[in-house]
């Protein structure tokens, strides 16, 4: 069974940092592309970062660019996002999502933890 | 970026009724296009992609429909379980994919 869980969040001050973690089981981690996505309180899912199966290749939001890093560890089945210069509006519940079934949907998720700027 | 408008943003219907969501996208996106349904305090999960397939296990009172700017989400008879934010989602900018505003779905 495919699982994702997601660690590393809390509370931090504006001009912050933080290292989320996602550990990963149930399926050949090494094969697939991963992504972030958050949820801010009341609001849509917003895509945030994502990177291929071999790590070569990453993108973000524009929300994002220049200060959050995504990276992976396909020897531990672990996804990371490193967020620095935080600001209030990165107060979000954030999500590792994999597309397993395919790269054009979302069939797994994280159960997502809760970062706030504040 | 790809904008996708949700109508309506929250409905109230009776258990067994038909309920209808929209999605329109900012510009072409063939079909492109997943749904997903989201309960409080969990991950959204996803139950219909590129437009009308239903992903394996989602019960068949839910359908999706249309292409290019136009989509249609629906639940064929309303049950309980049902309550929960629908959220339409466009690909065709892989990987930056967005979402809609999402519809919350209310018992009468």
């Known amino acids: 069974e495919v699982q994702l869980m997601e660690s590393g969040g809390g509370l931090v001050q504006p001009g912050g940092s933080l290292r989320l973690s996602c550990a990963a089981s149930?399926?050949?981690?090494?094969?697939?592309?991963v992504n972030w996505v958050r949820q801010a309180p009341g609001k849509g899912p917003e895509w945030v970062s994502a990177?291929?199966?071999?790590?070569?290749?990453?993108d973000y939001a524009d929300s994002v660019k220049g200060r959050f890093t995504i990276s992976r560890d396909n020897s531990k089945n672990t996804l990371f996002l490193q967020m620095d210069s935080l600001r209030v509006e990165d107060t979000a519940v954030y999500y590792c999502v994999v597309g397993y079934g395919s790269g054009t949907y979302y069939d797994y998720w994280g159960q997502g933890t809760l970062v706030i700027v504040s | 970026d790809i904008q996708m408008t949700q109508s309506p943003s929250s409905l109230s219907a009776s258990v067994g009724d038909r309920v209808t969501i929209t999605c329109q996208a900012s510009?072409?996106?063939?079909?492109?296009l997943n749904w997903y349904q989201q309960k409080p305090g969990r991950a959204p999960k996803l139950l219909i992609f590129d437009a009308s397939n239903l992903e394996r296990g989602v019960p068949s009172r839910f359908s999706g429909s249309g292409s290019a700017t136009d989509f249609t989400f629906t639940i064929s008879s309303l049950q309980p379980e049902d309550i929960a934010t629908y959220y339409c989602?466009?690909?065709?900018?892989?990987?930056?994919?967005?979402f809609g505003g999402g519809t919350k779905v209310e018992i009468k």
């Open positions: 149930g399926f050949t981690f090494r094969n697939y592309g």
């Open positions: 510009q072409d996106i063939s079909n492109y």
């Open positions: 989602q466009q690909y065709d900018s892989l990987p930056q994919v967005t």
């Open positions: 990177i291929t199966s071999s790590g070569g290749r990453s």
